[in-house]
């Protein structure tokens, strides 16, 4: 029972080049979301999505673009990295009746993630 | 703009002492989360308050919500070393049964140290 998980763990890049993150959930969530947490403003929230096919702006999407093709997946981008976007991120999912079922989100392990 | 805050951001602690975080939030909102985090690691849950005047307990920390104050607490009794991390409160954004999507405004986070 995998529950959220982040790939990779740690990645450097340099300026101006792009990467993928990949999320992966394996409990039947239908809502996922990709935070970022820096020191002192603990997370917040880039981008989110309700279910497949569909993705929506959180507080701080500028730079970043998602995707999800499948419901198991969702996929964090940057197009051209920027030293602002040197941080930790993390994946969240839950249940589409969270708060039914008063249920927390879940957490992968996270993505340190340096901009040179 | 919701806005999420939390005091005090660093709190150093003897064992055995007691002392209280404090979380403030701007807008109505009926539900609100504590996690824990540990360095380098995951978002831990500790407790979903759903209604005012809800109160948790697990082991050494309770934490309340007065929704009519925009105001939780997390309280610490008898810290042990095993307490230490950072714990962050954060709010469900829609207000009262409202769609929010499950999306979450944090706190910047406390982060205890407790000596021995």
């Known amino acids: 029972n995998a529950g959220v998980t982040q790939t990779p763990k740690f990645r450097v890049l340099k300026t101006g080049q792009s990467m993928t993150l990949l999320c992966a959930q394996d409990?039947?969530?239908?809502?996922m979301y990709w935070y970022r947490q820096d020191p002192g403003m603990g997370l917040r929230l880039i981008h989110y999505?309700?279910?497949?096919?569909?993705?929506a702006k959180g507080e701080v999407p500028d730079g970043y673009n998602v995707s999800r093709l499948k419901k198991q997946n969702f996929l964090l981008g940057l197009e051209s990295a920027a030293p602002s976007q040197t941080s930790v991120y993390f994946c969240?999912?839950?249940?589409?009746?969270?708060?039914?079922?008063?249920?927390?989100?879940?957490f992968g392990d996270g993505t340190r993630l340096s901009i040179l | 703009e919701l806005k999420v805050e939390q005091n005090p951001l660093f709190l150093s602690m003897q064992e055995g002492k007691n002392y209280t975080i404090y979380c403030n939030y701007s807008?109505?909102?009926?539900?609100l989360y504590w996690y824990r985090q540990d360095p380098g690691k995951s978002l831990e849950s500790l407790f979903v308050?759903?209604?005012?005047?809800a109160v948790k307990q697990e082991g050494r920390l309770m934490a309340s919500l007065d929704t009519k104050a925009r105001l939780s607490t997390l309280h610490i009794t008898a810290a042990v070393h095993d307490l230490s991390a950072t714990y962050f409160c954060?709010?469900?954004?829609?207000?009262?049964?409202?769609?929010?999507?499950?999306?979450?405004?944090f706190g910047q986070g406390t982060i205890l140290t407790v000596h021995p």
């Open positions: 969240a999912s839950n249940l589409r009746d969270s708060r039914k079922y008063n249920q927390p989100q879940h």
């Open positions: 409990m039947n969530h239908e809502y």
């Open positions: 999505s309700v279910g497949e096919g569909t993705t």
């Open positions: 807008t109505t909102s009926d539900r």
């Open positions: 308050l759903l209604s005012n005047g």
């Open positions: 954060a709010v469900d954004i829609a207000a009262y049964g409202g769609t929010s999507y499950g999306k979450l405004t």
